[in-house]
């Protein structure tokens, strides 16, 4: 990976292709948003190897993101609270749901980087399938 600062930004060279990093949402991605980015994809990814692995069929799963962060420690992010819902026709209890959530914070490697600083919460709900309609959670 490369970065290079310039005009108020950064550019990140990357395997995918570049990536504008800036505090100022119209120059680019904002850091938090990367940051928050980074957990969802690893753990949207994961459930759904896990899901896969479980023989659990599902349509989609949408990841909601609310965050608690401090103003007055420099803004840290203190609290993560992700809510999955995976859109099923499988019936799935609470239980069997909050099971997978531990597989989920247990097993992904950007949550692990980030459990002794920041409080992690997942939680994961089943719901019938709809149709998709091009909107996200």
Do not use: W
């Given at each position: 990976?490369?970065?290079?600062?310039?005009?108020?930004?950064?550019?990140?060279?990357?395997?995918?292709?570049?990536?504008?990093?800036?505090?100022?949402?119209?120059?680019?991605?904002?850091?938090?948003?990367?940051?928050?980015?980074?957990?969802?994809?690893?753990?949207?990814?994961?459930?759904?190897?896990?899901?896969?692995?479980?023989?659990?069929?599902?349509?989609?799963?949408?990841?909601?993101?609310?965050?608690?962060?401090?103003?007055?420690?420099?803004?840290?992010?203190?609290?993560?609270?992700?809510?999955?819902?995976?859109?099923?026709?499988?019936?799935?209890?609470?239980?069997?749901?909050?099971?997978?959530?531990?597989?989920?914070?247990?097993?992904?490697?950007?949550?692990?980087?980030?459990?002794?600083?920041?409080?992690?919460?997942?939680?994961?709900?089943?719901?019938?399938?709809?149709?998709n309609k091009g909107d996200v959670a």
């Amino acid at each position: 990976m490369k970065f290079t600062y310039y005009n108020d930004k950064i550019i990140g060279e990357l395997e995918y292709g570049f990536l504008p990093v800036s505090p100022n949402s119209e120059m680019g991605y904002r850091p938090f948003e990367l940051f928050v980015s980074s957990l969802v994809g690893c753990s949207s990814s994961l459930l759904a190897n896990i899901l896969k692995k479980k023989r659990i069929e599902y349509n989609r799963i949408d990841i909601k993101v609310s965050a608690v962060r401090n103003p007055d420690k420099a803004n840290k992010i203190e609290q993560l609270a992700f809510s999955a819902r995976v859109q099923s026709e499988e019936p799935f209890g609470e239980h069997q749901a909050d099971k997978l959530a531990g597989l989920v914070i247990k097993n992904c490697g950007m949550i692990q980087s980030v459990l002794g600083s920041i409080d992690v919460r997942f939680q994961i709900t089943f719901t019938p399938d709809q149709p998709n309609k091009g909107d996200v959670a």
